[in-house]
């Protein structure tokens, strides 16, 4: 038995009209409790209660490579530790086992020790807060993926209804000319909702970072209250990377040229990436955490120019 016309018609705007409201109030509903759950991301917490010490440990005093066999390696970096003048006190006391010498012996070294303790801390200190601010633009990324995967599930769903509601429809529809009209309009639609599936971008939300450590190194200033001197004097130090031509910061920003950016950094998105924050993708997102997960590796490794230093020190 056939249904009439009117009836199918009307019980197909229905069907669209139904589908429709229940879309628009599922995402008007996500949208409130993504803006309600994203707050606590929008500013960071990673910065330092305490900011990082700027007072320069370098020293202007070389050590006598002949006496004491150290390598140029460590020759700087002990410069730049600001302890050259007490290994070559060091140095002077020789192992005399007299006791005054030893008692000196051992001041110097302790001193040393705390100088070395207090570098360490500093590197650690920079890579923890690049590793909480990795995590929180990784918290908000994800939470985007999963609002854009809803997001897509929703039109992939009703899409389906839709268009399975035309088929039926069309089929119990007696009149050619109000059948076509259904399928066309029907079509259409599903059409229509199938391709806000594939927004490349999807959803955005406001990220800020007023402090940067990216942009410090983007920027290649002489210097910056964002790093403790010693880790800056690293990073820009040629003699300190695998190669020796270039140092470790403009190594970072190739990399990020490179892979992040395919060899021309978009105007818009160095400006986000390297200013104050904005209105992020979840793409941006992930970008800025792989870029961030970079830098952090670079600050952990400059530990290993430590360890030759530790043990000349500990044999002396």
């Known amino acids: 038995m056939k249904i009439s016309n009117f009836t199918t018609h009307k019980f197909l705007q229905s069907c669209f009209l139904v589908i429709i409201l229940a879309w628009f109030s599922s995402c008007t509903s996500t949208r409130k409790t993504a803006n309600t759950k994203l707050q606590g991301l929008k500013y960071s917490y990673c910065t330092p209660v305490i900011p990082y010490p700027q007072k320069p440990g370098q020293d202007s005093i070389d050590i006598d490579l002949s006496k004491s066999g150290i ?6 970096l002990s410069k730049i530790l600001g302890i050259s003048s007490n290994i070559n006190e060091l140095l002077v006391l020789g192992k005399d086992s007299e006791p005054n010498k030893t008692i000196q012996r051992l001041l110097l070294k302790q001193k040393i020790a705390g100088r070395l303790l207090i570098a360490q801390s500093e590197l650690q200190a ?34 389906v209804i839709i268009g399975a509601l035309t088929t039926v429809a069309t089929a119990t529809i007696s009149k050619n000319s109000t059948q076509v009209a259904v399928g066309i309009s029907g079509g259409l639609v599903s059409a229509g909702l199938g391709a806000f599936t594939i927004n490349p971008k999807g959803r955005k939300l406001e990220f800020y970072h007023k402090r940067n450590l990216l ?14 001197v010693f880790v800056w004097m690293m990073l820009h130090e040629k003699k300190f990377s695998n190669k020796g031509d270039i140092t470790l910061a403009q190594s970072i920003k190739d990399r990020w040229v490179q892979f992040q950016f395919d060899g021309k950094p978009d105007s818009d998105q ?7 924050g904005g209105n992020y993708h979840a793409d941006d997102l992930h970008t800025r955490s792989s870029m961030i997960n970079q830098l952090q590796s670079t600050i952990r490794s400059i530990n290993q120019d430590l360890i030759s230093l530790v043990v000349f020190i500990e044999n002396m």
């Open 71 to 76: 390598s140029n390696h460590d020759q700087l």
């Open 215 to 228: 942009r410090t190194i983007w920027i290649e200033t002489s210097s910056n209250a964002d790093y403790p």
């Open 270 to 276: 160095e400006k986000l990436l390297f200013g104050d």
């Open 126 to 159: 920079v890579a923890a807060e690049l590793d909480c601010e990795g995590e929180r633009a990784d918290m908000a990324a994800d939470y985007l993926d999963n609002l854009n995967n809803k997001r897509n599930k929703n039109f992939t769903v009703s899409s």
